[in-house]
């Protein structure tokens, strides 16, 4: 689990794509190394890193870097499979029990992706309006939380088939979203708690 707060920014350092036979390997489809402030040597071979809302498995790592596979499915419903070296990469550690809860409930299972449709500065912040694709629509609402590329943020507005965040200057330096324009593609998470009300009351209506 995680909390959508984001405690580095990481680099794409190298993409290696296995095809053909090389299926048959341990490996994943794609093994990526990322460049990080992380301390490695406090990262665990397994231990989950959520990376710009994506979780994946740290399955080798070096002084300043480590590695993680991803497989053809989280490519095609993440932006991850559009990433090239140089890529940066919003990254947060998984929770621990000492963790503060500074943003909400996050589980790192990206739900769709999404495109930013307008970007505006207002007052000194940075207001954004993001397509809201037809399958996620229930579950964003107004002061509602969700998780873009990673971050935990809060809806201020929804309407016309698009949502609208008010992003605050730290969290356009802390984050990749400062780099964020019209056009690009972000990775969405609904609100955990939205999903199983919504699941409940289908249950319910059956």
Known sequence: MFTGIITDVGRLREVTRITGSA????????RMVVET???????????????SGACMTVVDKGTGWYAFDVSDESLDKTTLGQWEPGHRINLERALTGADELGGHMVTGHVDQTARCLSRETVAGSTRFHIAVPDALAFAIAPKGSVTVDGVSLTVNDVSDGAFMLNIIPHTAEVTTLGDLQPGDEVNLEIDVIARYVARYLQHMKA
């Open 23 to 30: 299926r048959e390997t341990a490996w994943g489809d794609t």
């Open 37 to 51: 402030g992380y301390n490695t040597a406090s990262i665990d071979i397994g231990a989950s890193i959520a990376h």
